[in-house]
Each structure stands twice: as structure tokens, then as C-alpha cells.
């Protein structure tokens, strides 16, 4: 655990300069408006330990996959997150001095996040020789110009004459550092001086993925004024430098304003115009008004979506940190983006769409989120089903693989274990349709486009299932469950159960599809009669003795011993042991047969889910971030409310208080859900199936309250938990939910509970 | 299947040059002398398809190893067999223009490798603008000089006159063709124009790995008479021209001695010394007589290891050319040397050591070279014993786990599910032991060297088994069995039961070990007394309905169907089926079972060989060019002697019929073993367990006749099995062995069984 910023309910700010920790300072002070993002790397640079990264969403490069022996069915390429090319650049000299925070002296540093918003402010006073400069900056990347960037700079001169110059630039010359190759992506293609931008495009590939073109545009601003200063232009790179002389109380305030389109948007030859008229609408407005009108989207989002913790401002800040920066990743604007592992906050992790966004995104955001916004998550797996079917295809299989990792819906991990293995995947997709029908009452997608999906992927089931003759029944081997500590195991309790249900709701849902569809998909008596045979007679591994499901075939054999015996000094254990040590081992990286009993939880009797998670937890190490909250949702319905809230500190401050080690590669933004899951499904007790909103809430000992909103099905809810519990509607139409298993009606007027 | 050569005893020759499969050819027409090799390649070089390539024993580069995620205990590099500096060049041309059979009018080609002694001859007549011009070429590498190489080639002009132009060159400039990478491995060190060599390093590498330098020298003779011709040199590359003058009717014999020396046994500096020293060597004795003292050599191997097949010329062909190719491969020279899968005939396959060499070649050398042959393969394993405490130390596990693929006892290979899964090969290295003290009598390295093999790697055992509580059996977790069609398994049978094997097989032998290594090796009454728990308690997968051993304790759950329902354009399925697919299938690679079946051949009845023959046979795809030998010898011995005859086939011919279309990348040499053993313990019969020579011997059906010799404890036989079977004592003391059952005394004088 290391906390480098200071506990404040809506700022992440600190007072130091954390040189050693320099690359999880920027992690944790990235910026996004879900079209781009940044890390908090310095716009005057940085000659430390840095890892410098602007990403663009959607903006990849499809890198050939290397492994030792090639076998049929791997993926060709794999895809890269690969750093773009940079608008933050501000260089500075102070009467010829670089400013440079590695090197320079300074005091009174100052750094905030301030999560209202996504605004960025850094302040320091710089010491040179006979001079003390006092520098402010501020960043947003804007929610209501996607395209656009805001930087700026002040200087104050608190004593003697200072000269400063001003070095902003565009910069293509970067490249990735998790690469193993030394390979650049981005190849220069212009650079013009009196439009101020360059443009590049991403090297060729010979997979057919489409090469993308940026334009980067910059234009700088004093007083909302534009200034033009030198320009001098390299191969992909544009330097604008302003020179100003300023006497001791003096300031100066230098607005850098940039524009960043793509060919995902705009056509090569149309950037430079198209980027020249967002410009003119940056210019239009002040930097202040600019800010307000995003800061205004920002709170229109928080209305719907702030939790309030009173009694532990710990917990406050992470839930928020969390909202903050899911919501800097994406809000549903552009469909054919997704969520990635680490957001727009580092490079590490090929790919940008993992299941995650269905088991752990799409729950948090069906409540907090317009449905919308959601339901743009479900349509981008459905435009992604051509890639589906050919991922099933390359393995030999009918029907629809969605990948583990991809970009295009084709599969990019290149690990057979996990490409070819871990299939469970799918059904995560199919229980995404689920959940939003089940929450939303929205029954369009799956009677259309979802059930494409659904019918695809249990076309792919029902292929991948084989019958055991011994046993007269079916099963699935050759699987990586959710716990990717094992590979390769036979009937993963998780997966089996997943595959039924999925055939199972895919049943019911045909039953009921726009009749356009159903004709189009064409499932045959027989197909459906194979699906039910399947779904009758499959085989789950279970111990009568111990009363528990069993994760897999053969789980049981192995030396069971709590995950407590592991010595401190060698966890995580996926940095201490050897990769054969840890298959073997009963230890369980997270939720596995858990996750089933989370995903289905109106299946599985309080009984069977307590001696499932008494078996289970205790061998969990929780080594995956996406682990601490679905056991924090589960203990806290079992009543274990402390086990519960020690789960929960791990999700709600994993990267405020770098738990896993590693937040210094980026942040873990698909798990950052997983503090709202813990608190809306676990304290609270929130569950939504059978077509009924309920609650079932507690409070963690060392809380005095919390408050959350909701929308549901039309209407804005607010449950404050203290003492008491109040549930108030705020907005729309009378609801019939319940309460502690006792019915409440709710209205606008009078709606508490 | 493709057969190229024709038919003969003795040669391997054909009258066509086979453009579209130039590469199938060169790998049958390699040569080696176990220090060096080469394909058969072209003298005068050949711009059509072809693989270039010659290979120094031991020679070879730490390549950097490439995974998509990398994991704690992963090898660092890969050992990369690199194609070594060309001594062979001789360029022709005629009038000016280049001979380039890919180019060139050409009649009366004749390719032949005569296996009496590993002689490449060829000859065709080149037909140019009013000029015909005979060449006639002869290669090998010497048996009495290992560093010396002979080329020669012949002109007569049958018409017209012809200027002919020899270029013999030395070429350092050569590539790798299976590197991902377009790397070079050689960087030229020096070009010596008036000694007439070149010499060479392999590139630097960061892993400890020392680098290679070696000299190449070259010396032209005509009527055994040197000539210098005019001599040019590039970075890299020495060319020496001749160029004569032709009448018709004339000749012209241009030899060209080449002396390669490496690092391996000359240092750097002395090299040039060493080379001018061994070139005296060579000029002082003709072409002639230097080819006659090899041939001596060879003679004296096949005095001691011939077989003779009456009655199916294709069979004889076969097993003298796999024999011939293994002595060219390895004859016990070089204790730092082994005998890698492709030998000297191609580049495929990192690595030169693999469990092949124990498995395999061991029991074949034993009988057919003079032990000392043997005993230098036992020894290479204990000088890289502590390679081996690396690679166990590497999974956190005590003791000494030997390599998958090696150069120098670190592994090399890169897949976790070979490097820390396949570990059976452990036990191969100690079975090895077992055959070699079980065959000669020799008690010398088991009492010693041996001792330390069989203590360390019993010491792994120990470590890699757990207990499993709940069966209160001990059990091995994630491994690979022999069959690598499934990978990552539970209780592989055979791995469990050689396991069990070895710690019984060291538990005897610490009991007779030299005091010296015994106190070394400190082996503890505890340490004992849990390897004997192990032994007592191990858990073995078996069905006692179907009366088998369980391939591994999933096994029996899969789909199980004959692999004669594959279809046959599916096959080989490595070159159809997903990973995925193969994985899940019940097909099996190569045996398993079966082959703890065939080393523990005394410990199992004849009616669990047959129900478990029955069993796995017919799921055998048989795509490893080890497995069909193994299930010949025991279906000979089950009397399935149709069956064994099948199986014999697609190993005696697997390269000179290209059974696995894959021969063009090199020679499947360690698997040429098996169609000795196919003969010999198979049709044979040959036993050796308990201290008793023994033969049971039939005749396939086809065969009139088949001959073979053994050395045995001192003593020469000869198995003449026909419709009679005789056993002659050709020299050594006096025998006691059996035939069917019944003990025969065999002596010299009258040895007639």
C-alpha cells in the first residue's frame, strides 16, 4: 500500500513531488473526455522517471504475435495500445534555464485533481539564479468539444527579472515503452507551420486493419487573445515559442488550445479543415467559459450518480476517484469504443475491450449512467459479431467466440490458454443483454440485435460441448475459468453453468424475437432440441461431502490450504512464484465458482452460497483486481458485514492506495466499478431480477451513513443508509420496490420510504 | 508419401533433379562426420528453392525468448541451431556463363549418397552454347580428421572447347531461414587472402552464453598437387578463382580441401595454427587415400551394426540408410555433444539435446556401437547436472529437472506447457541409466557419475508430487505426458508411474553406490523414508472395467472415437485442426501409455500389454515420427505381427518416403533409432532385463530374411532369423542366453543356436 495524495471527499491533491513514485503520480492524474486521455505527465517535461502517454480511443496498431511454435487457430496479430502522438507540450526557460521539476530547485508543489470536473492543476515556485517564478497550470479535455484540449500557464514573478519562453509543441515522435521491438508506429506525413499542426499516420500492416491518420492542431491564446509565437516544424514535431520579459510582481497567462482529429472521424485530406473550424469554435470562447460549459456536463453526470460516504472520507474519496475517472473513459458517446483495462492511463494490456465491461462495467453503469449509455456497450458487441464468427471459425467451431482482448472483434491475445480456453467470455456478453433488459425493462435489443448475439454464442456452446459416453452426460473441458491461476482444467463449474444458463435465456428470448430476426437466424427444431438436451443433461463437478460446487474436475485433489498460509513476503505470489507453482497451487486469482453465485444469485439458496464461499474465499488471493468486489457484494449478503467493508477498502482505494503494485502502468478502470458494486449491491443489498428493485441494506461499522442515485426504468432514486434507510424518488413515475423483503410504494411528492 | 530415390541396398540415388522438391533432397543427401554437417547443397551454388545449410556440433545462439506475458520461471533465451559458414562453395562457369542447374540445360543427372561411408557423388553433363561439359562432383567429411572437409569436381568436355572458371569460396555471409527476425548470427572477424581463410564470431548475446569464433581454410589441389588460384576477399567471404582451358575430350580435376576449427576446442588466436597444421595434414595425402582411411572407419561400424532384410528391398534401404545417418550424426566423439532431432540436415527445432537421445537412441546405440558411444551420451547429462538444479530451481522446485530442448543444460524451450509441464523427460534420463547397466554389466557410472543424475533428479520428484488430502494418495499435478496433444494434465499414468519408477530405481542404487558420492550426495533417513511413502502411496489413474491405465485422470471423459473416423483429408491433424481441437480430441501423438508399457516391459502381464495396446492404438495418430516404433515392438510382441510390420514401415522409410511431408527442413534423425528397434526388439524380440540376453523371434510376412549384429557384454553375435533362427557367437566368451523360452549356450568356435 502506498497513498500519495491527500484524503479529501472531492480532490485528489498533494503537496509533494514523489520522484520515486513519479509514474504512479501520473497514473493517478490522468485525464479523458472518452475521445482521448492523458497521463499526468508535465506540459514543461520531465527528465525523470516518467511514462509519457496520450492515448486516442480507438487508435490502435494490430503488432504481429510472436510465440515459440505457431499452431493453427492463433490469433495473427495482436493489438496494441499504442501512445499518441502528444498536444501537451509547454517547455519553459526561466533567463535561459530549463524548468525541469528532476532537476530544477523549486517549492510550494502543488498537485489536484479535482474530480468535479477532470481539471488538473499543478502550482510550484521555481528558484533560479536570483529569480523566483511562481507557475500554475490547468488541463481539461473538454466534454462538449471532444476534440479539444485545454492547457495553461501562469507565471508570476515573485522576485527579480525573469525572462520566460514558452516552448509549445506538438509532438509524433514518441513511441511505446512496453514495446519489445524499439518499433515506432506513427509515421510523419506533414508538418505545416502556418496552420500550426502536424499530421501522422500509423505504419502499414499487412492484416488488412486500417492505418489511422491524427492531425494534431495547436493555437495559443493570452487573455482569450490568440498570439502567434515562432514556429519552427521537424519531421512530426511543431515548436511555438513565445518569449516574455517580466519584472518582479509581474504575470503572464499563456492558454494553449489543441485540436486532435482522427480518420476514425475524418477523412485524411478533410482534417486540416475540419480541424481549422473546431478551432475556430475553441477561440470563440474563453478558456473559462469553456470549462464552465464542461463542468456543467460533469455535474449533470454526478446528479445521477454521486455516492456519498459520511464517517470514513477514505472510502468517499475512492468511490469518487473511481466515478470520476470511469466516467473520464467513457459515457457511451461514441459506439464503436469500449472500456479498456487501463483506460487512456498507460499502454499496458493489448486490446481495449475485455469482459470485464460486461460482468463488472455494465451492472454499475445500468444505474448510474442514462440506459443508453449502456445499451452503446451491448450494440458494440453486436457490430462486432462478424469478428465473433470468425473467432469461432479459426478454432474450428460453429457459431460466435467474442474475444478475450480485441479491438475489432477479432481476438488479439495471443496465449492459447486464454485465447482458445477461456471461453466463459461469452456468456458474460449473453448475461449483459440480460441484466439491461432485466434493469431497464427495455426489451428492444434483446428481441433484435441481442438476440443475434445470443443465438451466435449458443450456436458456439452448443458446438463446444462434447458428450461423455461413460458418463451420459455433457461436458465442457479444455477451459480457463475466471481463475486464470489454473488453465486448461475440465468442467469449470463456472463455465458449465454459464453455457446452460445462456442456452437456457436463449430459449426463452427466441421464444419472443422480432419475428424478422427469429426467420433470419433460422435455429432449427433440432438445434433447439440439441440445446435442450444439453441444457437437461449437463455435467457439474459438486462434493455432496463438502456441500459445495467444485470449481473444477480435478480442484479437489489438490493441497488445500488457506491462502493465509502463504508467507507475506511472497505475495502476490504472481511475482514471487514461478508460473507451475501458482497452476498448481489451490489458489485462486478471483471469483470463479463465485462469480456464478454473484451472476445468478436468485438461483442458489443463502445456504449454498455460505458454504460456497466459506470453501472458496479463504483460498482467494485476490491477485485480480476485479476479485475483492464481487466477494465484498457476496459476504455482505451473507451477512459477513466486516469481511465485506475489509473487501471493500481493496476495490475503493486499489490505485489511491496502489494495493496490487502496479498502478504505476496505469489505472485498473474496468475494476473501478467494483467499489459501486460493493456498496449499491453489497451494503445495500441492491438486486434487480424478477422485475423488482430491491434492498436489503447494512452499514459497515465505521460509516455513520451513505447516500446514493439510481435511475431506474424511468426514474431518479436516492437510498441514504444511516441509522435509518430512506429510499426517495426524485423523479418519475410511482415505483413498487422493496425494502428489506417488505414492499414500498414510492412517489415524487411523498416518496420516502 | 513421396519417394525421390531409387531403391538399392546400398545407395541412395536418382537420376532426376526434382526442382519442386530440391529441399526434400538436399536433407537426404546431407553428410556429417559428428563434428560437422551439411545438405546436400550444390557446389556450384543453385538460384532455385533450397535450404541452405551447414551446421558445427555445438555451435549455436542464445536467442531471446518472445511470449505474449511473460510469467516467473520462463527461460530466458531459446538455443537457436545457426547455419554455419560454408565451406562447400565451388562456383562454375563455362564460356562465361554461370552452371546453375535451376538455369542451365543440363542431361544425365545423377544424385547418390553411397551409405558405406557417407560419400555424396553427382554428376550431369551441362549443355552450353556449342559446348557439352561432363562434371562429376564427390564430397565427405572425414572420419579421420573430424575438422577436414573434401570436395572435389571433375570437367571433360565432350564438346566444343570450354573456358572453365572455378570460384571456390568460403562464405560467412549466411542466414538463418527459420529466424523471425531477419537477423545475422555471424560477424566477420578477419579475411587472411594468402592463407586463405576466414574466420567468424557469432554475435554477442546478454545471456552469459559464451560466443563461437571459427576459422574456415580452404586449399585447392589438382592431381593431388596444390594450386593457388587468384584469391579475393569481401567482409565475410574468401573467393579463390581457377580457370582453365578445355579441349574436347579433355578433364580437369579441381579438389578443394576445407579445414574447420571453432572455439569449442581451439582458441580464437591459435586458430590459424591449428588450421595450417591440420591442412598439412591433409595435402599430405591424396584424395584417395584419405577417403580410403574414412571408409575403413565406416567399415569397422558396420562390421559391428549392419542388418540385412531379405525379401523387401525398401525395408533393407530404409534401415541402412537411418543407420548411416545416425553415425553421421553421433558416434561418441564429443562428450559435449548429443543428437539433436534434425542433426546436421537443417535448422528446425531450437535446440540440440532433447529426451529423444534416452528414449530412443540409447537402447539402439547400446547394441550397435561400442559402449563407450553410450556411456558418452550418460555422461553428457551428469556434466550438465547443474544446468538442471538451475532449471528446477527456476520453478521454485528442489533437485535437477534436465531440459525439454538444450545446448548446455539450461532450458531452452519456451512454451510453459512443455518447459515446466513435459517433466517425464526426468525419469527418461534416469531410465537411460538403467538400460545402460542393465545391458553392458557395467556398474561404473551408476555407482558414481550416475548416482548424482538418479539423487537429483529423484530430489525433483520428491518436490513436484503433492499429497492429495482428501484421496491420502500422493499425485502429480500439470504436466505433459509423451502424448503432446494434451497438455497440462493431472496424474498423467505414465509420468506418475516412471516417477515411482526412478525413486525405487535410486532408492536400490544409493544402496550400492561409491562411498565418496554417497556421503556427498548426503542423501537423509527422512528423505528416504518420503520418497518411499511416495513409492508406497502413489495414486495411478486406472479402469478396472475396461482393465487399463488411464491415460491421465480425465482421459475416459472425452469423446472417444478411433482416429480412423478422422477423414483422411484432416491428416496429419497438426496440419488441419485448431490447437483447440487437438487439444480437447482423444487422439494421442505418440505413445503414452503405451511407452511406459514398452520400458517397464517385465512389469506388466501380457494381458494388460494387449488391453491397453487395444485401447490406445487405435486413438494413436501417430503424427511424432517416434511413435510408431514403440508400438511395433509391442505389437510384435503381442503377435500382432501384421500390425508391427505397418508400423515398421512408416519408420524405417519416414524420410526417404516423406511420410510427414516434412522432411524437406531436415531429417527426423532421433527417431531413425526406431527402425532398429523395431527390427530388433520388435521382430526379434530382444530382451535384456534381469541379466539374460533373450530373443523371441518372428518373421514378417514379406520378409524372406533378416540379419542383424549386437555387441553384448564383451561379445559380437549375430541374429540370423529366417525360417530358422540362428544365434552365432562371432567373438567374446562364452554365452548363456535364450530363444522363445529356452536357454541356448552360445561359444565362438560353434555358436550355432
Redesign the interface.
Known sequence: MKRLFEVDPWLVATHHLDKADRRLQESITAVGNGYMGLRGNFEEGYSGDSLQGTYLGGVWFPDK?????W????PEY?GKVINAPSFLGIGITVNGEQVDLATSRYRDFYLALDLHQGLLTRRFVYLGDGVEVRFEFARFLSQTIKEAAFVSVKATVLRGHAAVTFDASLDGQVTNEDS?YDERFWVPLHEDAAAKSIQLQTKPNPYGVPQFTVLLKQQLRVNDQPVNGQVATTSGQLHEQVTVQLAEGQSYQLEKDAIVVTSRDVAPAAQATTAAQLMKRVTAQSFAAHLAAHTDRWEQRWAKSDVVIEGDPAAQQGIRFNIAQLFMTYYGEDKRLNIGPKGFTGEKYGGATYWDTEAFIVPMYLAVTPPEVTRALLQYRHDQLPGAFHNAR????AGALYPMVTFNGIEC?????IT??EIHRNAAIAFAIYQYTAYTGDESYVKHDGLEVLVGTARFWADRV??????QQY?I??VTGPNEYE??V?NNWYTNTMAVWELQYTLERLAKGDADVVTALAVTDQEKQHWQAIIDHMYYPTDDQLGIFVQQ??F?????RPASTIPVDQRPI????????I??SPFIKQADVLQGLYFLNDRFTKAEKERNFDFYEPLTVHESSLSPSIHAVLAAELGKIDKATELYARTARLDLDDYNHDTQDGLHITSMSGSWLAIVQGFAGMRYDHDQLRFHPQLPKNWRRYQFKLNYRGRLLAVDVGQTVTVSLLAGPALDMAIDGKPVHLEVEDGHA
Do not use: A, C, P
Request: proline share 0%; glycine share 8%; no cysteine.
Open positions: 504475435t510472436r510465440v515459440g511454435w499452431k493453427i487457430g492463433y495482436f519489445n479459426q478454432q474450428g467451431l491475445h495471443n496465449e492459447w490458454e482458445f480456453e462434447h458428450f461423455s459416453q461413460r458418463t461436458m473441458h479444455g488453465n486448461n475440465n474436475d480435478n479437489l485433489d489438490k493441497d488445500l504472481n511475482q514471487h512464484w514461478s508460473w507451475d507453482r497452476l498448481r
